[in-house]
């Protein structure tokens, strides 16, 4: 014969919560109170179509602050993300790099660029960036440095909004970072290379 077992009301909702499932993965309420200022700015870029909305803006922040490990900041103007210090440069002073640099030399400069980084990605991230299959993680961090969008299609990438004009630098950087051999297929932004081989 089942007997009553005394239990309180807490440890009732608990029980119900758990045969109903209520409290596993669902998200969890929090209030941000924010100056006024900070409101109206946030309702700015509501305003103006750059944010859909307060909740979609936060995300969005975190995301960014994960991707580029804001919380390596050491003091205003520099901070590392794994191993390599990261600055915010202007294009303008890049260029101007650039194009003090032999041209037959590009794709050389962009190959060292490129296994640089491979350095950097691999220590940061704990990936193969020749790894195909991590490939898109690897444009997700490059993409939140500013080098631009990089896509990926059968044997194709393409990359839109580059911060360097130069599509022979970018075919080496490429080479350098994937293991790859790549043709330039367009030579004005958004460009297209056409990978021939992979060198791993």
């Given at each position: 014969?089942?007997?009553n077992?005394?239990c309180?009301?807490?440890?009732?909702?608990?029980?119900?919560?758990?045969?109903?499932?209520i409290g596993?993965?669902?998200a969890k309420?929090?209030?941000?109170?924010?100056?006024?200022?900070?409101?109206?700015?946030?309702?700015?870029?509501?305003r103006?179509?750059?944010e859909?909305g307060?909740?979609?803006?936060?995300?969005?922040?975190?995301?960014?602050?994960?991707?580029?490990?804001i919380?390596?900041?050491?003091?205003?103007?520099?901070?590392?993300?794994?191993?390599?210090?990261?600055?915010?440069?202007?294009v303008?002073?890049?260029?101007?790099?650039?194009h003090n640099?032999?041209k037959?030399?590009?794709r050389e400069?962009?190959r060292?660029?490129?296994?640089?980084s491979?350095v950097?990605?691999?220590?940061?991230?704990?990936?193969?960036?020749?790894?195909?299959?991590?490939?898109?993680?690897?444009?997700?961090r490059l993409?939140?440095?500013?080098?631009?969008?990089?896509?990926?299609?059968d044997?194709?990438?393409m990359?839109k909004a580059?911060?360097?004009?130069?599509?022979?630098?970018?075919?080496?950087?490429?080479?350098?970072?994937?293991?790859?051999?790549?043709?330039?297929?367009?030579?004005?932004?958004?460009?297209?290379?056409e990978i021939?081989?992979?060198?791993?």
């Amino acid at each position: 014969m089942p007997r009553n077992i005394p239990c309180t009301r807490k440890e009732n909702g608990k029980r119900v919560g758990e045969i109903l499932g209520i409290g596993k993965g669902s998200a969890k309420r929090t209030t941000i109170i924010l100056d006024e200022e900070e409101r109206e700015f946030i309702d700015k870029l509501i305003r103006e179509g750059k944010e859909p909305g307060i909740k979609p803006l936060i995300s969005k922040m975190l995301d960014i602050y994960r991707s580029m490990m804001i919380y390596d900041w050491r003091f205003p103007g520099e901070y590392y993300c794994g191993i390599s210090r990261i600055v915010f440069l202007n294009v303008e002073l890049v260029n101007i790099l650039v194009h003090n640099i032999p041209k037959e030399k590009w794709r050389e400069v962009g190959r060292k660029m490129g296994e640089a980084s491979k350095v950097y990605i691999e220590a940061t991230l704990g990936i193969r960036a020749t790894d195909l299959e991590k490939w898109l993680e690897v444009f997700k961090r490059l993409r939140v440095q500013g080098f631009g969008d990089f896509y990926v299609k059968d044997k194709y990438i393409m990359i839109k909004a580059p911060f360097i004009g130069e599509p022979e630098i970018w075919a080496g950087f490429l080479e350098g970072l994937l293991g790859v051999e790549l043709d330039i297929k367009t030579f004005t932004a958004p460009f297209v290379f056409e990978i021939k081989a992979s060198k791993t």
